[in-house]
Every structure is written in structure tokens, then in C-alpha cells.
């Protein structure tokens, strides 16, 4: 047997011994939150969770465990999805049309909350690309700083520095229009 069909066969049978559903239950709504901080349109958001996951299992094939965690290996896909979208549509996304549903609470708090949502919005799509991101990746995706640093090819105390500085901004600019 050659050494290219040992290691093909080495990796088909890593790969089959991922828990592909365990790891679709624990990403799903990370991914989907990656692309709701990066797009803001829920709608969106559903379909390019969609149109990784898909791309997920068709190459889980190729996944190989000995270069990167399923996590890191799938963010890298959802990635690639969005700069996709992105090449597609390159006019921003509105959320004025953005439909967010309060359980039980009060007209004020519902108002408050979608005042908030704009505002946050408009507030991360005033940043550079790279730190939306990077924002994205921590806050929507909830992933770690050396995930992210292994997705970005950053250090990860740069990731660390640019996420510190970026959120205090973030905070400077929320409490300069109060």
C-alpha cells in the first residue's frame, strides 16, 4: 500500500469517526450567530448556516483532525461562505427591516431593545472589516481567542489587543450618545 492511499484512508477514517450530528447540534447556533452579527438579517443568516453546513458534509471527507478541530475546520467554511455572500452583494444589509419578536415584555422594553439592536448596528458596521470579524467571531460566534487566531492567521494577543480595544471603543462611542 503507498504512502498517499495509507494517509487517504487514515483520514476517511478519522473523519468517520467525528459525531457529525453532535458537532451540528453544538455549532449550529454559533454559526448562525456568526453570520447574524455579520449580516444583522436573520433570513440570511439562516440560509448561509444552511449553505455551510451542506458544504460541512459534503467535504467532511477531507476534514482532517491532525490539522485543526471540527470548530476551527467548520468557521473556516463559514467563512468562506461569507466572503461569498459578500462578493455577491456588495451593498451592506440593512436591519430596518428587521423583525425582532419580544416575549412578554412591555412596549417599552420591546422599543428599547430594537433601538438598542440599530444602534449597536450602526455602531459595528462604522468599523474596518477586519475588526467586524472579529467582533463577529467572539461575540456572535462565541469562539476563543486562539480559534480565532488560528482562523485569522493573528497571534492570539493580537486578537486579544484588537478585541480589547475595539470593544472599548465600541463602549466610549454607546456611552458618548447617552
Known amino acids: 500500500m503507498s504512502i498517499l492511499s495509507r494517509?487517504?484512508?487514515e483520514s476517511d477514517h478519522e473523519a468517520q469517526a467525528?459525531?457529525?450530528e453532535a458537532a451540528y447540534l453544538e455549532?449550529?447556533?454559533r454559526v448562525y450567530n456568526f453570520f447574524r452579527y455579520r449580516l444583522g438579517e436573520r433570513s440570511i443568516a439562516e440560509d448561509l448556516t444552511a449553505a455551510t453546513f451542506?458544504?460541512?458534509w459534503k467535504a467532511r471527507g477531507r476534514y482532517r483532525k491532525d490539522l485543526s478541530s471540527v470548530g476551527t475546520w467548520?468557521?473556516?467554511i463559514a467563512r468562506n461562505v461569507a466572503i461569498g455572500h459578500f462578493r455577491k452583494h456588495r451593498q451592506p444589509i440593512s436591519l430596518e427591516a428587521l423583525e425582532l419578536h419580544s416575549e412578554k415584555d412591555?412596549?417599552?422594553k420591546d422599543v428599547q431593545k430594537?433601538?438598542?439592536?440599530?444602534r449597536l448596528h450602526h455602531l459595528l458596521s462604522c468599523l474596518p472589516a477586519r475588526e467586524r470579524e472579529l467582533i463577529a467571531l467572539k461575540y456572535g460566534a462565541e469562539l476563543t481567542n486562539r480559534t480565532i487566531a488560528q482562523l485569522t492567521h493573528l497571534s492570539e494577543s493580537n486578537v486579544g489587543t484588537i478585541l480589547y480595544r475595539v470593544v472599548g471603543r465600541l463602549r466610549a462611542?454607546?456611552?458618548e450618545g447617552d
Open 7 to 9: 494517509a487517504m484512508e
Open 18 to 20: 467525528i459525531d457529525w
Open 27 to 29: 455549532y449550529l447556533p
Open 54 to 56: 451542506e458544504k460541512v
Open 74 to 76: 467548520l468557521f473556516s
Open 106 to 108: 412591555a412596549v417599552e
Open 114 to 118: 430594537r433601538s438598542d439592536f440599530a
Open 173 to 175: 462611542q454607546w456611552e
